[in-house]
Structure formats: structure tokens, C-alpha cells
């Protein structure tokens, strides 16, 4: 019993040890500049990780905060409320886009424009803002375009892309004609380039270089002028928990839609075989985990109706087999997951080599199940009276033209148009109200044999 219990203080300390590491954390009173890491797309995740860091640095009262950057870009949405928050912050933000290699594409461009510094590693780029194509089906040819060729919902987005980074490098005092070049010509700049160009403060190859440059600035934090005391910080660096990475996960469209198929499948399945409890529990989980990172995506609900809908036709295909329920839930499915997002970005797009063979695996299974039950539908039936007809039994006592016989391990009234005596072989022929109709077994082979003979007769 002891040593149960000490395995049990182990393994709590053990667990312990893993969701709260020690922490880096300075001593009580001295100043610190946090760090944190965004490396990946910008989406729900990267704006709940910036939000908390900037929650946590307010209530330290951090010197700065340190907003690595290495991102190929992502959501618009996401990358405003990271903007918004950045520009809302008490706590100065640096951007900083590193490691040498990494880069700051697209929206991480437009989130380097608003920290209050910005800088990069040797070997670091940033640019191509030009904003992706607005997502669902894909245009036909011949589709509305203006005088010169262009797409007008196209150009409205560009044009707003191209207001945003102004107003952002006329508040940060940075080089906006270049950011407009970015968005309209998916231009790209080095580090050394940019430098010149006067798109970021300085170059510099680590965080304490960095803090070091940073030191005796001023900027404009939240429209109040602050001199930045950087020189000889102490870094601490804020990891993101467990509900930043799971959230980073599901809100992968790709994963979302696995999620929700897994959800209904799970649903499907407790239903059909109440008690196993296990398809239920993980078919409801995986169904609300998916709903929650929908949520928090751009999606078109008319995509999300019809996906939707298409699974809602394959499990009907599966209980009543037509095969153009199932056609026509795989094409919805299709049409459906084309149409879900509304604006895609990079690490935020529908990837049909994973949605395609989720919806024929689907399809497959309702097919193979529809099958089944289709053939299960033209056997005899096994159960009720209709199960009891050509059943052998034996006559036990009999009186007239009724009496009992033992069939299927069971003692009957049974009924006859004939003439029979106990100890006789019978066979059921019908069932009413638990009297059962029965006839000597061989009697319609006797009766066909006499029909002949006397037809044989009368023609000699």
C-alpha cells in the first residue's frame, strides 16, 4: 500500500514537472524582456499566444516584449487582431525576425510594420504581401472582370491591403512606398536591404544584440512617448501551454473537417449499437472540437450546410441504399469543402489530397454498408412468424383436425386440412394468432405426383 502510494506522489510530481516547468523568471522587482516565438502560420492560435504574452508582460510590467517572427504568413483575421493588439499594447514590442533562414512573408510583413521596432536577422526576408485569392469554388473563364482585366472584389482587397501598411509605416515612421510595393508586386527584401530601405530599425544576430540596439529609443506606445532602457535585460522566454498547441492543431481546416467526420461516424455508430458507450464519447468530442475550431475560422456557412449535408446523404445511403444518395452526398461533400473557407491563406487552405480521400473512404463505407444491407434485406427472414413457415415439427397428440406438435424446441397449437397422427412429420405453412397451420411433410410432392398420374391417365 506504501509503495502504491509513493508510486502515486511520483508520478503527480512527475506530471507536475511537465505542464509547469520551472520558470526563468527574474527575481521580484527587476525589469525583464519577454520573448515569444511565432514560427508557423498566423491564425487563431498566434493571436491567442501574442494575447496572452501581452496580458502577462502588463501585469509584470515587462520592460518589452519580443515578438520573434517566422512565418510564411496566414489569416487576415488573425493577423488584424494581432495588429490591433500590438497597437493597443502599454508594453513596447520589438519585432524581431529570426533565425537567420527564417522569414516574415505576407501577414508577418504587416505585423513587423506595427511593432513599435522592428529588426532582423543576417539571412532573414520579409515581403510578398500581396493578399491570396478570396477562397471558394474557382472562377470560370469570362468571369466579371473590369475595363483592364481585373478582378473587382480582387482589387478592393488589394486596396485595403495597401491602406492598411501605409497607415502602419506613417505611424511607426517607416518606409510605406516600399510596403506598397510589397503588397501590389509581392516584393522581397533581405535584412541589409530593408535596412536601407528604411523598412526596419536595425540588423542584429541575437536577442541580447538586439535588446542592446533597442536600448535608448524612443516610441510611441500606446500615443504616450517612452525611451526604451533595453541594455543588460534579463529574457525570459513564455512557451505557449498545452491550449495554444491543441488549438494550432484544430483549427487546420483539414484537421477540422477530419475531426467532424470522426464526430458524426462516432455519433452514427452509438446509435446504431447503443451501449458501446467509447463511439459516442470520442464521435461527440472530436464533433464539438471541430464546431469550436470552425468557429474560429473564416468559413462560408453555405460550405459548411452543404458538407453538412453530403454526410447527412451517405449515412442515409448506408441505412437505405440507392446509390444516388451516396453520389449525391460525396458531390455535396466535395462542393462543400471547396466552398468552406472564405479567404485562405498559407497553412490555412483545403489540401484536396486529404479531403478527396476522405469523402471516397466515405463514400466506400456507406456503399460496402448499403451492400450488406441490401443483402440482408433479400434473406429469409429469421425472426417472427414469417421465420416459422417451412419449419419441420412433430405432431405430439392430435383430435379431429387439431391438435399440439413440438417445433423449434416448442410445444404448439397447430391446425391441419388433413388427416394426421401423432408420432407424424409435419411442416409449418402459416402462423395466426400462435396457431400454427401445418401439412405432412411431402404432402405437396404426393399431391403434385397424383395431379400427374391422373393428367397421364386421361390422355391414354
Not at 99 to 128: D, E, Q, R
Not at 332 to 338: C, E, K, P, S, V
Request: hydrophobic share 50%; glycine share 10%.
Amino acid at each position: 500500500m506504501r509503495l502504491a502510494r509513493a508510486a502515486l506522489l511520483a508520478a503527480a510530481f512527475v506530471a507536475a514537472a511537465a505542464f509547469f516547468p520551472a520558470s526563468s523568471a527574474a527575481p521580484a522587482g527587476e525589469k525583464v524582456a519577454l520573448n515569444i516565438a511565432i514560427d508557423g502560420a498566423i491564425g487563431p492560435a498566434s493571436a491567442r499566444q501574442l494575447k496572452e504574452a501581452l496580458k502577462a508582460a502588463t501585469e509584470r510590467k515587462a520592460a518589452v516584449l519580443v515578438l520573434q517572427l517566422d512565418t510564411p504568413g496566414g489569416l487576415v483575421t488573425s493577423m488584424r487582431e494581432m495588429i490591433a493588439d500590438i497597437l493597443a499594447s502599454p508594453v513596447p514590442v520589438i519585432g524581431y525576425v529570426a533565425p537567420a533562414g527564417g522569414h516574415a512573408a505576407s501577414a508577418g510583413t504587416y505585423i513587423l510594420y506595427a511593432t513599435h521596432v522592428a529588426a532582423m536577422a543576417p539571412g532573414t526576408n520579409l515581403g510578398a504581401a500581396t493578399p491570396v485569392e478570396i477562397g471558394g469554388l474557382p472562377s470560370f473563364p469570362g468571369g466579371e472582370k473590369d475595363e483592364k482585366g481585373t478582378d473587382p472584389m480582387m482589387a478592393k482587397v488589394t486596396n485595403d491591403a495597401v491602406a492598411l501598411i501605409r497607415s502602419l509605416a506613417e505611424l511607426r515612421g517607416r518606409n510605406g512606398d516600399w510596403g506598397e510595393k510589397a503588397v501590389r508586386q509581392a516584393a522581397s527584401l533581405s535584412a541589409s536591404a530593408a535596412l536601407q530601405e528604411h523598412v526596419i530599425d536595425f540588423v542584429a544576430r541575437d536577442t541580447a544584440e538586439l535588446l542592446q540596439l533597442a536600448d535608448g529609443r524612443t516610441v510611441d506606445v500606446a500615443g504616450k512617448k517612452q525611451v526604451l532602457a533595453t541594455k543588460s535585460l534579463a529574457v525570459e522566454t513564455l512557451d505557449p501551454d498545452w491550449f495554444i498547441r491543441l488549438l494550432a492543431v484544430i483549427t487546420d481546416p483539414n484537421v477540422a473537417v477530419i475531426l467532424m467526420l470522426l464526430g458524426f461516424y462516432g455519433l452514427v455508430f452509438e446509435v446504431t449499437s447503443p451501449g458501446a458507450v467509447a463511439p459516442g464519447v470520442i464521435g461527440a468530442t472530436c464533433l464539438v472540437l471541430a464546431l469550436y475550431a470552425l468557429d474560429l475560422l473564416p468559413i462560408n456557412y453555405t460550405g459548411l450546410v452543404l458538407m453538412l449535408l453530403g454526410v447527412a446523404f451517405l449515412i442515409v445511403e448506408a441505412f437505405n441504399p440507392t446509390v444516388v444518395l451516396g453520389l449525391g452526398g460525396a458531390i455535396a461533400f466535395l462542393l462543400g469543402a471547396a466552398m468552406l473557407l472564405k479567404v485562405e491563406g498559407p497553412g490555412f487552405a483545403i489540401s484536396w489530397a486529404i479531403i478527396g480521400p476522405a469523402a471516397a473512404l466515405t463514400l466506400g463505407l456507406a456503399l460496402f454498408a448499403g451492400s450488406y444491407l441490401w443483402a440482408a434485406r433479400r434473406n429469409p427472414p429469421r425472426t417472427g412468424g414469417d421465420a416459422m413457415r417451412g419449419q419441420p415439427a412433430e405432431v405430439l397428440d392430435w383430435e379431429g383436425r387439431e391438435g399440439h406438435v413440438l417445433a423449434l424446441g416448442e410445444r404448439w397449437r397447430a391446425k391441419a386440412d388433413e388427416p394426421v397422427a401423432p408420432g407424424d412429420s409435419v411442416e409449418v405453412t402459416a402462423v395466426s394468432d400462435l396457431v400454427l397451420t401445418v401439412r405432412r411433410r411431402g404432402a405437396a410432392k404426393d399431391g403434385a405426383g397424383t395431379r400427374r398420374a391422373a393428367k397421364d391417365g386421361a390422355k391414354q
